[in-house]
């Protein structure tokens, strides 16, 4: 399930809040309790010493000089009921209620109080030892009780009087509280509304001007996540656009062809006619590999999760490989020239692949007969670098930016390519941070004393595999 923020925030607020006023509602317990108990059994006390202040000596023994009247007033109570007994040392009732449980413990002089259970209720007692000064008699036992009524209605008006005003205050807090989550998420519930109301075409940076300092950094990486996409989506689109302008040629071509094929009844002309279709397949199968690869760059494919620790001496010889053949076909002198030791680096194994691919047909279709290519691999402290030199008619200046341009072919170009070989090798470096430098050097021509260049040596430097690529391969 998913977590709301509002919530969370409400509980780690309201959770304490509420655990104070827990806190707050015992404290207020005892203290009520204490204060209510504590001034009624100070009137016990007192009642105690009021009978203790009626007691004489009459002869040889005390009396209690307590009349009914006098009774009456101490015992007068609407709530309560009162008792009251005095009790010689060995427990004799002097005077007063027969009925009062003797003293528990000795007395002395400090005044002992107890809660017992008699005849039915709940009876608060005093006992305090009474010495008569005037008689040289023992001490005797002055017990008061009372029942509790008072002092529970006494405790209630206390502890409701600091409770409710309490709890009025936490129901309070609890709302200001939810009204002020409510407005502190009230940014993020107009950067949600921001979203929800763009279409799906809709891909432009969402405003940061509305977006609180908490969620910023979301928003950056989302207007970061939508500035990929707008640019995932125009390669795609840019891959549909050049597919469509790109095959409706080759394909409007093969039919024309086997439309003529048909018609034909002369098996010399179908051959022919068939040698033209063969031909344009292999043309349309090598641009529909290069656009391939060219969308496979684009979508940026090649991204961490596909990178791999690999050696690019490996890689080039494997190409190289494939291309003897139409090396020996042209007499061309193609030569490699490894690193002393691996050459290793952080990349994806198929895109390398047709980077070296395309840079060495490049190589081979426009070196002419009999001319030169070589490719060297030299390993630096802290590069790799690939250089692939050809003997064919060099890229003059002016054109050395435009040959990575989709489509792009030099003006007077034979080579009979798609244009898009340069292309992918651009987005393929760049995907590798690899860096490109092109070479041709300048010879001035015997026939018409022009300058011109001669010869092309593509360089393309790439980061070693090193720590930072140990890591990143293992991603």
Not at 276 to 287: A, C, M, N, V, Y
């Amino acid at each position: 399930m998913q977590r709301s923020i509002r919530k969370q925030l409400f509980l780690w607020l309201a959770i304490p809040l509420g655990a104070l006023w827990i806190c707050s509602t015992l404290a207020s317990f005892y203290l009520a309790l204490k204060f209510s108990n504590d001034t009624y059994d100070r009137d016990l006390v007192n009642s105690a010493d009021s009978v203790v202040a009626r007691i004489r000596a009459k002869g040889d023994h005390l009396v209690v000089d307590l009349p009914p009247a006098a009774q009456a007033i101490l015992k007068h109570d609407d709530v309560d009921k009162f008792y009251y007994a005095v009790l010689s040392k060995t427990g004799k009732n002097l005077s007063g209620d027969t009925f009062l449980p003797l003293p528990e413990k000795h007395i002395d002089d400090a005044p002992q109080l107890r809660t017992i259970k008699m005849q039915g209720h709940t009876v608060r007692l005093a006992e305090i030892s009474a010495s008569i000064p005037e008689a040289d008699l023992e001490p005797v036992i002055v017990q008061v009780a009372q029942t509790m009524n008072s002092r529970q209605h006494l405790f209630a008006q206390i502890f409701m009087s600091m409770v409710l005003p309490q709890l009025l205050m936490v129901l309070l807090g609890v709302a200001a509280l939810s009204t002020g989550v409510t407005r502190g998420l009230k940014p993020l519930q107009l950067l949600k509304e921001a979203i929800a109301r763009r279409s799906k075409h809709d891909l432009s940076p969402v405003s940061e001007d509305i977006a609180p300092a908490e969620a910023y950094p979301l928003v950056l990486a989302l207007n970061d996540l939508l500035s990929r996409l707008r640019e995932d989506i125009k390669a795609q689109q840019r891959f549909i656009s050049s597919a469509s302008h790109q095959l409706r040629t080759p394909l409007a071509g093969l039919k024309a062809y086997s439309s003529l094929g048909v018609a034909y009844d002369n098996i010399d002309e179908m051959r022919s006619t068939m040698k033209q279709i063969d031909s344009g397949l292999d043309r349309t199968s090598h641009l529909v590999t290069q656009m391939l690869a060219l969308a496979r760059s684009d979508s940026n494919s090649n991204a961490a999760s596909q990178m791999a620790r690999a050696d690019l001496s490996f890689v080039v010889s494997d190409v190289i490989a494939e291309r003897v053949g139409m090396a020996v076909g042209k007499s061309i002198d193609l030569g490699f020239d490894s690193a002393e030791s691996s050459a290793e680096i952080v990349g994806d194994q198929t895109s390398l692949q047709h980077l070296v691919a395309n840079l060495l047909d490049n190589a081979l279709i426009y070196t002419p007969p009999g001319g030169r290519v070589s490719v060297r691999i030299t390993k630096r402290d802290n590069t790799i670098e690939l250089a692939i030199s050809d003997s064919g008619p060099g890229i003059a200046s002016e054109e050395r930016e435009k040959i990575f341009e989709r489509f792009y072919r030099i003006p007077g170009s034979t080579g009979g390519g798609s244009g898009l070989g340069l292309a992918i090798v651009k987005d393929v470096a760049a995907n590798h941070h690899a860096e490109i430098r092109i070479d041709s050097p300048i010879q001035a021509d015997s026939d018409d004393k022009l300058e011109r260049a001669v010869g092309t040596t593509f360089t393309l430097t790439f980061p070693a595999y090193t720590t930072v690529g140990k890591v990143t391969a293992s991603n």
